[in-house]
């Protein structure tokens, strides 16, 4: 087993950087998820800690050792990709034993591990398929299958769940959770699906454009966010933002008015000056009755989404501005339910209330 | 059955129909001839020019080949001409694959360049080459009637390589990644993983240049004049002669040479199936 670590990494594809200097230290026996939108570089990132892709600029170190010049074989990493990238003319026994087999590793060693992995996978009846006579669950079983038998001191999995149903997932992602468990071994884990990211990281590491937004604890990231982006990527449905204008500020606290209307006050550290544009940012799950909070907004309901705990109720997708409130819901709640084209007031509590200067960063 | 099922089945018939009828003579007029060839093969030359048209095989085709193999030790052509194509189509297959595999797999300086030269000579005809090719394996290196001027020359085969690269560029390059992971030599990556998969272009390339050594004509003629190097094409052409042609000869030579075709073709065809990279990616 052994921790990475990441220091001032770029990435240049021709004269575009893709990877702008990441610093980040996986600690060993981590389990660290790279999330973040489409073309973020997390991927790349990834494939550069494999050996993958070069590394046009700074450190890579797995272990104490620096490894920007080794061989992705020489690394000590096993990864898992999201095309599962089984070898469709050899059967499961044969893909999982491959790695081993062409690097010389003695024979009987070799059964065993395989044999060993298949049990902890629960694939054993399935060694003497081809990938094409497997679902979908269980290519990506015998895909984590093949990793395992290298024993690697690192596990990579670039978006090993994407291409399943929404139900195999979750039951996979529990499996991947386990397995983290039973090995104890450092595994990174890309995804794009935020909610694969809370449930299964240590630490959330957050990308954007190459950049890293933020590192933390799942539930620091969704309660603490070091900006709009973050705000807006961690927790689902995304955060609401309201645009408005700072109108007071002194003693601690500063007074914004909401373009929507109505006016909210709030405690800060640092206040913005007078007239500044700020955005307030309020999760869907902490809206408040009307009149329980620090200020009241009107919500044309547009679209009701009952999920049966709890429904979201959603305002302004014509206009952009879009709103979504969360609302519990009872059975009682179900029959005396707004209904599109009524009218909602819901209340922002200013505890629960973020807020960021217009480039994006939060005000604390 | 409703009353639109019906008038379906019949318009379907209707055009299958139709679809014979424009088929089945076209198929005569491309088979036909080849039927004759296989008639010819079984008559002397007398009967060959009778002023009536035989269509039946007769039972001259011992008799043909024994004056086929007198006059230019057929047999021992056919052997050359099986030779040299198995060893070409062999040969070319690895060095077009390991091509096409480092067009996809390497990024390198003039890779763009070295593909555009590759499709460039596709437009060469072979003629401009073969003049300045002969010169050099002839004159300049001695090599004339040898195997090796018979198949390293036209090696290199730029539509082969193109193929491959194809073949190879289309194969999801995770499962190369993963190998590359995995601790696997490149080497082995190719050969256990690339070239596996690429069966079924293999079996359709290798059909191609099988043919084209097979049916090589010009090449062998100029490199090879001695008897003993001599392939089948080149010693059914020597056949015709400025003051007598062996029809009968040149007809059951033909025969002869058409059969092994066959049988590659046959051996192969079941390798166009694809679908091997199923189940690979979802």
Known sequence: ?364 | MTAGTGSRTATRRRRMTLLHLVMVPLAIVWLFPLWMMVVFSTMPDSGIFSPEIQLIPSTHFIENFRALEADTGFLRTLFNSVFVAVIYTVLSVMLTSMAGWALVRYRFRGRGVVLGVILATLTLPYFVVVIPQFIMVARDFGLSNTWIALIVPPLFNSLGVLFMRQSFSLMPQDLFDAAQVEGVSEWKIFTRVAMPMARPTIAALSIILFLASWNNYLWPLLVASDPSMMTAPVALGSLIGFTRVSWGGIMTGAVLLTVPMLVVFVALQRHFMSGITAGAVK
């Open chain 1, 1 to 364: 087993m052994a921790g990475v670590s990441l220091s001032d990494v770029k990435k240049r594809f021709g004269a575009a950087e893709v990877i702008h200097g990441v610093d980040l230290t996986v600690e060993d026996g981590e389990f660290v998820v790279f999330v973040g939108p489409s073309g973020c570089g997390k991927s790349t990132l990834l494939r550069m800690i494999a050996g993958l892709e070069d590394i046009s600029g700074g450190e890579v170190r797995i272990g104490e050792r620096v490894v920007n010049d080794v061989e992705a074989s020489d690394r000590g990493t096993a990864m898992v990709f999201q095309t599962y990238a089984l070898y469709p003319h050899m059967t499961v026994a044969q893909n999982m034993s491959f790695g081993l087999r062409m690097t010389g590793n003695d024979k009987a060693d070799t059964e065993a591990r395989v044999s060993r992995a298949a049990e902890v996978l629960q694939i054993e009846p399935l060694m003497d398929r081809r990938p094409k006579a497997l679902s979908g669950g269980q290519r990506q079983r015998v895909a984590i299958g093949r990793a395992i038998v290298r024993d690697p001191s690192v596990f990579l999995f670039d978006e090993p769940l994407s291409n399943l149903d929404a139900e195999l997932r979750v039951q996979m992602r529990v499996e991947i959770a386990r397995l983290h468990g039973e090995l104890g071994t450092t595994m990174i884990y890309v995804t794009h699906d935020q909610t694969e990211a809370m449930t299964l990281a240590d630490r959330i590491v957050v990308l954007r454009a190459g950049r890293v937004e933020q590192v933390g604890r799942p539930l620091e990231l969704y309660h603490d966010p070091a900006n709009q982006f973050v705000a807006g990527f961690i927790g689902s449905p995304r955060m609401n933002f309201l645009p408005g204008t700072v109108v007071s500020r002194g003693d601690g606290r500063v007074r914004l008015r909401l373009e929507r209307g109505g006016e909210i006050e709030l405690p800060l550290e640092t206040l913005p000056r007078e007239g500044a544009a700020v955005t307030l940012g309020i999760r869907p799950e902490h809206f408040v009755p009307a009149g329980q909070g620090d200020c009241d907004i009107t919500l044309e309901v547009e679209v009701i989404e009952h999920l049966g705990a709890t429904s979201f109720v959603y305002s302004g997708t014509r206009s952009g501005a879009q709103i979504i409130a969360q609302r519990p819901e009872t059975p009682e709640s179900a029959e005396a339910s707004e209904h599109a084209g009524e009218r909602l007031t819901v209340a922002i509590p200013a505890a629960r209330a973020f807020l960021f200067d217009d480039s994006g960063a939060r005000l604390r």
